[in-house]
């Protein structure tokens, strides 16, 4: 019997034969069912326990064992918290956990159900309120062309044609060839040989591995640069108009010209740029510019 004319009681409920504590009101005579937060503090105060002997067995804070008794759920972090503190509190005083748990859902979705789902916000198509602006257009128009360019960049950065190589030599080193080259051209050229005709095919052959070497028409027109594997041979295109070469180690390339070898263009390593290499010009070459013995050519691998 409560101070205030009421009094607790078991009853049996005949559906499942599980046990209720109720609360008899004397006065009126019907009964309700305790909640969880006077199911939580009769346990604790029938063993003589404390709410903050409660907090340390279950290790949740006062203030939220304080909650859970007053049956305030705002003061929780939220709902899981609420379900798990007060499953926590229910084993520390000996109550079945589970019921409990169901106990505090049903309670919560009592005070505070849950929010209704929101509608889902389809685009239509001629919403103005749902229409990018114009300056979201004119902001995604600017970063595409900003993409494009730096594509550009980035493609003629790593991808464009080969360029023309810088000097390799000196000014006084260009002057100085530049001099032979007018004097060789200043003299009457050489009858050439009867038995070595002037025309054929003119052939490079690599006598060493990696030369450099840069074949170009008179207009500038790139035939072929790459450097020679040793054995590697190149043969200038016979409709190419002033084939010209450019290269760090004539030296090491041997020359036939239909067929016939002739001397190379040097014995030493330089740089040689804008040498004619079409067969009459190398013919004339060979015999107006002293040369040692032409070697022969090594057979490609």
Avoid at 7 to 15: F, G, H, L, P
């Amino acid at each position: 019997m409560t101070e205030d004319g009421e009094r607790d009681m078991i009853v049996t409920d005949s559906t499942d034969g599980s046990d209720a504590r109720v609360r008899l009101t004397a006065d009126v005579g019907d009964y309700r069912p305790l909640s969880v937060a006077e199911r939580l503090v009769e346990a604790r105060r029938s063993l003589g326990l404390t709410n903050a002997e409660v907090a340390v067995r279950t290790r949740v804070t006062l203030r939220h064992i304080e909650a859970l008794e007053a049956g305030d759920y705002s003061a929780m972090p939220g709902r899981p918290y609420a379900i798990g503190f007060a499953r926590a509190y229910a084993r520390a005083v000996g109550l079945p956990d589970t019921e409990i748990v169901c106990a505090v859902r049903s309670e919560l979705e009592g005070t505070s159900p849950r929010p209704e789902s929101g509608a889902l916000n389809q685009f239509e198509v001629g919403d103005p309120a749902k229409t990018p602006s114009r300056l979201i257009g004119w902001l995604a128009l600017l970063m595409v062309g900003a993409l494009l360019a730096m594509g550009g960049i980035f493609w003629r950065s790593y991808y464009a044609p080969s360029v023309a190589l810088p000097s390799l030599v000196p000014d006084r080193d260009q002057k100085a060839a530049q001099v032979i080259r007018n004097q060789q051209a200043a003299q009457p050229q050489m009858a050439v040989q009867p038995h070595a005709p002037s025309n054929g095919p003119v052939v490079f052959v690599a006598m060493e591995e990696g030369i450099w070497v840069k074949f170009y028409d008179d207009r500038g027109k790139q035939l072929m640069q790459k450097q020679l594997a040793k054995g590697e041979s190149y043969t200038v295109p016979a409709d190419a108009s002033g084939p010209k070469l450019w290269t760090g180690r004539p030296d090491a390339l041997s020359i036939t010209v239909g067929g016939t070898s002739i001397p190379r263009l040097s014995d030493s390593e330089q740089v040689m740029k804008d040498v004619p290499v079409d067969a009459v010009s190398l013919r004339t070459r060979s015999l107006t510019v002293p040369s040692q013995a032409a070697p022969k050519p090594t057979p490609a691998p």
